[in-house]
């Protein structure tokens, strides 16, 4: 039978080709909600346009014949950090022939240094307006996927993300904010400490209606749990639209192949602790991931 091999985070893993004349049978992951492995700075690019498209498709499937979700983008260029970038691109160039400089009718040799070219990275970030059909320049919702770029203290996509927050809650438009990533600084709306006084959260997701002030409405998950099933506000007393996070992250880690790209047999990017550490690891070889 023909195999071949598919890089994977972390090391290989030998797996069937995707050719293939039989059905294909879908790759859950492991984990019942957010796979914490997608964490990777290298795999969350992929991961965050999943999520946006196929929630823009989910939405578009559903939404009531005078609305339509758009899918929006953020254009910005940074001079990146290697963590949180790991596409930026380092070019090292030979170092100069030695340089002599004449100090009182000597001849002294400079000492070569290391030359290094930093190239700035281009940031692509999308996001999903739903517009009011017949008035496009009215933006109902906006649902944003935080990135490691919105979460880096100090970065240019920080400043960008909460300056765009700040906005959309001086409008009448909804917004709801998606964060996946354990690492970072607190970016969403609700301040940490409120949410902690609530119990312990992996994950956030938040809504803020559009008008309503300082109220929001928070689905907070652990990494043991399904991702939840939120609403989507409308406008004109419309009510709210279902929207099953869960059933798009599965499609998202199915259709994304992440089953032949992750090396489970590691610690996650960002490593998990304690109990939840152990509760990982069970799972893991129990559903034989890890050996």
Same mark, same amino acid.
């Given at each position: ?13 030998? *797996? ?15 984990? +019942? ?23 823009? @498709? ?5 939404? +009531? ?8 983008? #953020? ?14 691109? *380092? %070019?090292?160039? +030979? ?21 290094? @070219? ?6 692509? /970030? *999308?996001?999903? /307006? ?10 109902? @919702? ?20 909460? @300056? ?5 809650? /001086? ?20 301040? #940490? ?10 994950? %956030? ?6 008008? =309503? ?19 989507? +506000? ?11 996070? =869960? ?18 047999? #590691? ?16 799972? %893991?070889? /129990? ?5």
């Amino acid at each position: 039978m023909l195999r071949y091999l598919v890089r994977t985070v972390g090391g290989p893993h030998e *797996v069937l080709p995707s050719h293939t004349t039989e059905e294909r049978t879908p790759m859950p992951s492991p984990f +019942p909600g957010m796979d914490p492995y997608l964490e990777h700075p290298a795999l969350w690019p992929g991961v965050h346009q999943g999520l946006i498209t196929f929630m823009w @498709t989910t939405l578009n499937a559903v939404l +009531p014949p005078r609305y339509t979700a758009s899918i929006g983008e #953020r254009l910005y260029v940074v001079q990146p950090e290697r963590d949180i970038y790991p596409d930026v691109m *380092v %070019l090292e160039r +030979p170092a100069p022939h030695p340089v002599r400089q004449m100090t009182e009718g000597t001849a002294v040799a400079i000492d070569p240094p290391w030359v290094l @070219t930093i190239e700035p990275v281009e940031i692509r /970030e *999308v996001f999903i /307006e739903i517009l009011a059909i017949g008035a496009e320049d009215q933006v109902v @919702t906006v649902i944003e996927v935080l990135s490691p770029a919105n979460k880096a203290p100090g970065s240019s996509g920080r400043q960008l993300y909460l @300056t765009k927050q700040r906005g959309v809650f /001086e409008s009448q438009t909804h917004l709801i904010e998606i964060d996946f990533l354990r690492r970072g600084e607190h970016t969403i709306a609700v301040p #940490r400490e409120e949410l902690r006084r609530r119990g312990p959260w992996d994950y %956030l997701i938040c809504l803020h209606r559009g008008g =309503q002030g300082k109220r929001y409405e928070v689905w907070a998950t652990t990494v043991r749990q399904r991702l939840p099933r939120i609403g989507v +506000p409308l406008a004109h007393g419309d009510p709210d639209m279902a929207l099953d996070v =869960q059933a798009i992250f599965n499609r998202l880690y199915d259709e994304g192949g992440y089953a032949r790209r992750i090396d489970y047999r #590691r610690a996650p990017p960002a490593p998990l602790a304690g109990d939840d550490a152990t509760w990982a690891g069970a799972l %893991l070889h /129990e559903r034989g991931w890890q050996e």
